[in-house]
């Protein structure tokens, strides 16, 4: 039995079992990913281990890998509005899955007119990083359409909440360096600019 990150609770993940894949190349991992569903669970070991590889080994996709990432995450994201809480929960799920690696997917598809921008902005806020806080203060100061920059003020005003993810190990940033991050953002996102 694995321990769960966020709960404490004993269970079995589906992330930590099965035949062992660290030694599995992107692109195979990639194409599990975008060939499988979100509930199936070669998919989501597929990306739970390129997550580990950004977060742990600092592995960054390849220009050719990130445009898959992008659509992965697009399609991810438009699956959540599918009609049930399963597809939501999935599709959110696979997202911590794949962490940092799903940050630039998010943070294109975050778009005052779409609709269904939950999913976008609590992933976000779950999975922020000083980077992915660093990036979208860039975008906010440099945004000139104010739908679109009221959105980033929102999604930055999300960043000290805090959520579980319920994947193992994707622990979310603690209270205390949240509080210290928000620090940053809040006289960015309350000045008159």
């Given at each position: 039995?694995?321990?769960?990150?966020?709960?404490?609770?004993?269970?079995?993940?589906?992330?930590?079992?099965?035949?062992?894949?660290?030694?599995?190349?992107?692109?195979?991992?990639?194409?599990?990913?975008?060939?499988?569903?979100?509930?199936?669970?070669?998919?989501?070991?597929?990306?739970?281990?390129?997550?580990?590889?950004?977060?742990?080994?600092?592995?960054?996709?390849?220009?050719?890998?990130?445009?898959?990432?992008?659509?992965?995450?697009?399609?991810?994201?438009?699956?959540?509005?599918?009609?049930?809480?399963?597809?939501?929960?999935?599709?959110?799920?696979?997202?911590?899955?794949?962490?940092?690696?799903?940050?630039?997917?998010?943070?294109?598809?975050?778009?005052?007119?779409?609709?269904?921008?939950?999913?976008?902005?609590?992933?976000?806020?779950?999975?922020?990083?000083?980077?992915?806080?660093?990036?979208?203060?860039?975008?906010?100061?440099?945004?000139?359409?104010?739908?679109?920059?009221?959105?980033?003020?929102?999604?930055?005003?999300?960043?000290?909440?805090?959520?579980?993810?319920?994947?193992?190990?994707r622990h979310v940033m603690s209270p205390d360096d949240s509080a210290a991050l928000y620090l940053t953002i809040n006289?960015?996102?309350?000045?008159?600019?």
């Amino acid at each position: 039995m694995v321990e769960d990150s966020d709960s404490g609770e004993g269970v079995v993940r589906v992330e930590e079992s099965g035949p062992d894949i660290t030694g599995t190349s992107p692109e195979v991992l990639l194409t599990s990913i975008q060939t499988a569903s979100s509930t199936d669970k070669t998919a989501k070991r597929a990306a739970w281990e390129l997550g580990n590889r950004a977060i742990n080994k600092g592995w960054v996709p390849t220009k050719d890998q990130a445009a898959i990432l992008l659509h992965i995450v697009e399609t991810l994201v438009d699956d959540s509005k599918l009609g049930n809480s399963d597809f939501y929960s999935n599709s959110r799920d696979q997202l911590y899955r794949l962490w940092s690696l799903a940050h630039p997917g998010l943070i294109q598809a975050l778009d005052p007119q779409r609709k269904h921008r939950d999913l976008i902005v609590k992933t976000l806020a779950a999975t922020r990083t000083k980077a992915l806080v660093e990036e979208l203060l860039g975008q906010y100061r440099n945004e000139s359409d104010a739908q679109r920059k009221s959105l980033l003020a929102f999604t930055l005003s999300c960043m000290k909440e805090q959520r579980r993810t319920g994947i193992p190990r994707r622990h979310v940033m603690s209270p205390d360096d949240s509080a210290a991050l928000y620090l940053t953002i809040n006289p960015i996102i309350n000045s008159k600019q």
